[in-house]
């Protein structure tokens, strides 16, 4: 079999650990033996979201987990602030327009992130808001939006709630769930989490409880008090994603490997600080500032003067190299080159390196190795002997 690079912003490469891990016999989900997985394993998650409350396990993709979020905070009719700086901050304003709430959607352009200020004008003339919603990592652009200043001015200015989708890099990137004050947070397996797609990861505070409590829910699938009401006994209502379930119990293994939560973090800022530092040499332009830059996922416009799609299906088909196009008006414009989860500072090398490759079979005019280079440096000075 030919080798796939895969480095998309998610799916992302599965560590061999978590495989073997996922192989292991089936189980059923009322034993006392998955009862102690998901009691140990959903503790263990805990700090990857910054909280103590629990961790709420469905057998979903990412986007199902966003609209238990919000079906069971709000009722029709309601007024919602969507914070939307790319592609899924507008599946979330889909999400709450279904379901006939008043969203009120505060747009920022593509590549740009919302700030503490944009948010305050925003929220200052809105006095029935019930909710603000927010992505923290915006895939489609590869912007980290500033949450936990976010999360306070949520706060301050008004008594809603702040739900966060965290999809594309909880397990990549800081979060303090508690501290900062996010009422919701919601992350998926197949991204920064090292798993395949299937499951979903959530955690509710106890403000949002009391909301949830008192509201009317009209899903029956997505009902979270019956999740919690099985959480209790380290159960969920429907057959979980077991399997699943056992790969994340070895994700945590990996990152009290790696030497605890901080140091992964760090890895994925070494990682995004090696891949701007070789665009930059390679004089190929990035979507996002510096100072928003995402951990997780670097949007790359398409070097001058070549043709991008058929640019990314030779690296694909020379050299196995797998990157993601750009979504709505950024397809054929700019690449996405994920580094989250399974991803070290040697597969940035690699993909660099590869990068070059291409651009050397397309006649681009740079000095080759300068991107590499780059890299290695940032690599080096992060990492003296
Ligand atoms: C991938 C992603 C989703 C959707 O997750 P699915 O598992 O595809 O449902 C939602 N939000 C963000 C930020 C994502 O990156």
């Avoid at 808001?129 to 980290?144: D, H, P, R």
């Avoid at 947070?185 to 009391?210: C, D, F, H, N, Y």
């Avoid at 999740?227 to 006994?233: C, F, G, I, M, S």
Wanted: net charge negative; hydrophobic share 40%; glycine share 8%.
């Amino acid at each position: 079999m030919y080798p796939n690079i895969l480095r998309h912003p998610g799916p992302t490469p599965i560590p061999k650990k978590v495989q073997l891990a996922m192989d292991h016999d089936m189980i059923s989900h009322r034993t006392e033996e998955f009862v102690q997985l998901y009691r140990e394993t959903t503790k263990r998650v805990k700090p990857i979201f910054g909280t103590n409350q629990e961790i709420l396990l469905i057998p979903s993709g990412g986007t199902a987990a966003l609209e238990a979020a919000v079906v069971n905070i709000l009722s029709p009719g309601e007024e919602v602030v969507v914070i939307t700086v790319g592609a899924f901050g507008n599946y979330f304003v889909s999400i709450c327009e279904k379901y006939g709430f008043k969203v009120h959607k505060l747009e920022k352009n593509w590549g740009d992130a919302c700030t503490e200020e944009d948010l305050i004008q925003f929220l200052k003339p809105l006095s029935n808001v019930k909710a603000v919603f927010a992505t923290y990592n915006e895939t489609s652009t590869g912007i980290l939006n500033p949450i936990e200043k976010l999360a306070e001015v949520v706060r301050t200015y008004s008594d809603a709630l702040f739900i966060v989708d965290g999809v594309s890099c909880i397990g990549g990137a800081p979060a303090e769930m508690d501290k900062w004050g996010i009422d919701i947070l919601v992350t998926g397996s197949q991204k920064a989490m090292m798993l395949p797609p299937g499951l979903s990861l959530l955690s509710i505070s106890e403000k949002a409880w009391r909301v949830i409590e008192k509201n009317h829910t009209s899903s029956y699938y997505l009902d979270l008090l019956s999740y919690r009401d099985w959480a209790e006994n380290g159960m969920t209502p429907n057959t979980s994603a077991i399997s699943l379930i056992f790969g994340l119990s070895a994700v945590c293994d990996l990152i009290e490997e790696e030497g605890g939560f901080s140091q992964t973090i760090a890895r994925h800022e070494l990682m995004k600080n090696m891949v701007r530092s070789a665009m930059k040499a390679l004089s190929i332009g990035l979507l996002t500032s510096d100072e928003y830059a995402s951990p997780t996922i670097t949007a790359i416009w398409a070097p001058k003067g070549l043709e991008l799609p058929l640019f990314l299906s030779h690296l694909k088909q020379k050299y196995y190299l797998d990157f993601a196009g750009g979504l709505g008006h950024l397809q054929g414009k700019i690449f996405r080159f994920g580094h989250m989860g399974y991803c070290f500072p040697s597969d940035i090398l690699q993909a660099v390196s590869l990068i070059e490759a291409g651009l050397q079979d397309f006649n681009y005019s740079f000095e080759p190795g300068v991107g590499v280079l780059a890299a290695q440096r940032v690599f080096l000075d992060t990492h003296r002997m």
